[in-house]
């Protein structure tokens, strides 16, 4: 090892340092990058408070799962061409191998859980080693602060792939936080002929009016429009959303919910699944080929996370960063580490 670098820890839930040590060396298959950013969201918040599901973190652990930075070394067997390349990789570390990702379906890899940030070091530091074949490079110049939120998008872009939005179709996204602002940048590229942001914060409008939704409600406003949208993406994970966002599709419409409900919230009605024939698709994580869309997207312009990021960290303060996600005002959006 050679160099310096620093690394936020979690040790145990609420307990946190900032440690500093010899840059770490790649190994076979894997690459290092130089960390440009790292998004925190709601699930770094819950590996802090430690409300967290045991079977999806372990400690001591380097959180960080959504990220952007510069190859600055490769291990063995890596083409050493990579050295220098803007990326984003993969967080879930799947095998390859089983038979849900042979079928492409990494996100629902069968061989146990394994993902970075959460059981394996991730981004909240100076450098961070993931394994080659999980890389997705960018193009020179690409803009890193932005591209740290392609793990969020790449998520939404599972989701709208799963929702196959049309040209002409009146569709709503539910909830205006990260997700749901990702999505309308990428459900606005489809030329919907209504694109509906529901949403209780009325301050998100005038953002998702800008980023391509033609028309903003609050749900109690929403009511009125029950049964009316092609497809409904839900982005909030809310007690009610899940529920609600079955009540505005149409009769043989399309939902996805995109969002992470606690045990028992959904709500949803079976008799009103029954009736109206609805078809309903959940979204955890992404697979690659998501990925990919996602990458492809952000490279053509068509999405900018950028306008989403509203405050920026040192790592030295990551115990305010983190407080800050959840607990900030309707005004805080995107919180990032800059190493």
Same mark, same amino acid.
Request: net charge negative.
């Given at each position: 090892?050679?160099?310096?670098?620093?690394?936020?820890?979690? +040790?145990?839930?609420?307990?946190?340092?900032?440690?500093?040590?010899?840059?770490?060396?790649?190994?076979?298959?894997?690459?290092?990058?130089?960390?440009?950013? =790292?998004?925190?969201?709601?699930?770094?918040?819950?590996?802090?408070? #430690?409300?967290? +599901?045991?079977?999806?973190?372990?400690?001591?652990?380097?959180?960080?799962?959504?990220?952007?930075?510069?190859?600055?070394?490769?291990?063995?067997?890596?083409?050493?061409?990579?050295?220098?390349?803007?990326?984003?990789?993969?967080?879930?570390?799947?095998? #390859?191998?089983?038979?849900? @990702?042979?079928?492409?379906?990494?996100?629902?890899?069968?061989?146990?859980?394994?993902?970075?940030?959460?059981? @394996?070091?991730?981004?909240?530091?100076? !450098?961070?080693?993931?394994?080659?074949?999980?890389? !997705?490079?960018? /193009? +020179?110049?690409?803009?890193?602060?932005?591209?740290?939120?392609?793990?969020?998008?790449?998520?939404?872009?599972?989701?709208?792939?799963? #929702?196959?939005?049309?040209?002409?179709?009146?569709?709503?996204?539910?909830?205006?936080?990260?997700?749901?602002?990702?999505?309308?940048?990428?459900?606005?590229?489809?030329?919907? /002929?209504?694109?509906?942001?529901?949403?209780?914060?009325?301050?998100?409008?005038?953002?998702? =009016?800008?980023?391509? /939704?033609?028309?903003?409600?609050?749900?109690?406003?929403?009511?009125?429009?029950?049964?009316?949208?092609?497809?409904?993406?839900?982005?909030?994970?809310?007690?009610?959303? =899940?529920?609600?966002? @079955?009540?505005?599709?149409?009769?043989?419409?399309?939902?996805?919910?995109?969002?992470?409900?606690?045990?028992?919230?959904?709500?949803? +009605?079976?008799? !009103?699944?029954?009736?109206?024939?609805?078809?309903?698709?959940?979204?955890?994580?992404?697979?690659?080929? /998501?990925?990919?869309?996602?990458?492809?997207?952000?490279?053509?312009?068509?999405?900018?996370?950028?306008?989403?990021?509203?405050?920026?960290?040192?790592?030295?303060?990551?115990?305010?960063?983190?407080?800050?996600?959840?607990?900030?005002?309707?005004?805080?959006?995107?919180?990032?580490?800059?190493?």
């Amino acid at each position: 090892m050679s160099g310096g670098s620093r690394a936020v820890v979690v +040790d145990a839930p609420g307990v946190v340092r900032l440690v500093s040590g010899d840059r770490p060396e790649p190994g076979p298959g894997e690459v290092r990058i130089q960390v440009a950013a =790292a998004g925190i969201c709601m699930s770094d918040r819950e590996v802090y408070d #430690g409300r967290r +599901d045991p079977a999806h973190v372990r400690y001591p652990v380097t959180p960080g799962h959504e990220w952007s930075g510069t190859v600055d070394a490769v291990g063995e067997g890596v083409d050493p061409a990579l050295t220098g390349r803007p990326a984003v990789a993969e967080g879930f570390r799947a095998c #390859g191998t089983c038979e849900r @990702c042979r079928a492409g379906e990494t996100s629902l890899c069968g061989a146990g859980y394994e993902e970075t940030g959460f059981t @394996c070091p991730g981004a909240f530091a100076d !450098h961070l080693l993931v394994p080659a074949r999980l890389l !997705h490079p960018l /193009a +020179d110049g690409a803009d890193l602060r932005a591209a740290a939120l392609l793990e969020p998008a790449a998520v939404v872009a599972a989701a709208v792939r799963a #929702g196959r939005p049309e040209p002409g179709e009146r569709i709503a996204v539910v909830g205006a936080g990260t997700l749901g602002l990702l999505a309308v940048q990428l459900i606005a590229a489809a030329s919907p /002929a209504v694109l509906t942001v529901i949403d209780p914060r009325t301050g998100r409008a005038s953002q998702a =009016a800008d980023l391509g /939704a033609s028309e903003v409600c609050t749900p109690a406003e929403s009511v009125s429009v029950r049964g009316s949208y092609d497809l409904v993406v839900e982005t909030a994970g809310a007690p009610t959303t =899940a529920a609600d966002s @079955c009540l505005l599709a149409r009769r043989g419409g399309r939902v996805v919910l995109t969002g992470m409900f606690a045990p028992g919230a959904t709500g949803i +009605d079976p008799v !009103h699944l029954a009736v109206s024939q609805l078809t309903v698709r959940s979204v955890f994580g992404a697979p690659s080929a /998501a990925w990919s869309f996602a990458v492809r997207a952000f490279t053509a312009g068509i999405l900018d996370p950028g306008p989403l990021i509203t405050h920026e960290f040192p790592l030295e303060r990551y115990a305010e960063a983190v407080a800050l996600v959840g607990g900030g005002g309707p005004e805080t959006g995107k919180v990032l580490l800059r190493p």
